[in-house]
């Protein structure tokens, strides 16, 4: 199994799926950073069979709220991202999916955040929100 923690360092709770993964990698887990856009994450898993990608999201739940998903995310309304990233994980998702570039087995987490600004902490629901998908991931690998 292959863990891809994406986001950025610099941007509050972007840098969840950053820390899930750097977690991770503590506990002896396969798993790294990703900082481009979701696009490169074909790159990343095209030799994995399977794949877990985490990320911060922006759906309107509540901060802190952890969302889980097999191969493909659910319709999201206009407004709304689930992703904090330009080319968001949906579309890279569904792009992957019509050039049949999806590993086998897909899980992708989603971290809802609450702040973004630059130079901005990561907020205290994020942080428990974290640990408990480092948890998930380390005690139910698919």
């Excluded at 191969?71 to 689930?82: C, W």
């Excluded at 809802?112 to 942080?127: C, D, H, T, Y």
């Amino acid at each position: 199994m292959k863990v891809i923690g994406c986001g950025n360092a610099e941007r509050g709770d972007d840098r969840a799926g950053l820390l899930v993964a750097e977690r991770l990698r503590q506990l002896g887990f396969r798993a790294e950073a990703h900082f481009g856009d979701s696009l490169s994450l074909f790159e990343k898993w095209s030799a994995a069979d399977r794949v877990v990608v985490v990320d911060a999201v922006m759906t309107g739940a509540p901060p802190g709220t952890v969302f889980a998903w097999d191969r493909e995310l659910p319709h999201v309304p206009d407004g709304l991202s689930v992703s904090s990233h330009g080319f968001d994980i949906a579309k890279a998702l569904e792009l992957a999916q019509a050039l049949e570039k999806l590993p086998a087995h897909l899980r992708i987490y989603g971290i809802e955040g609450r702040q973004f600004e630059l130079g901005s902490n990561l907020s205290p629901e994020v942080e428990r929100a974290v640990e408990a998908v480092v948890q998930r991931i380390a005690a139910q690998p698919f």
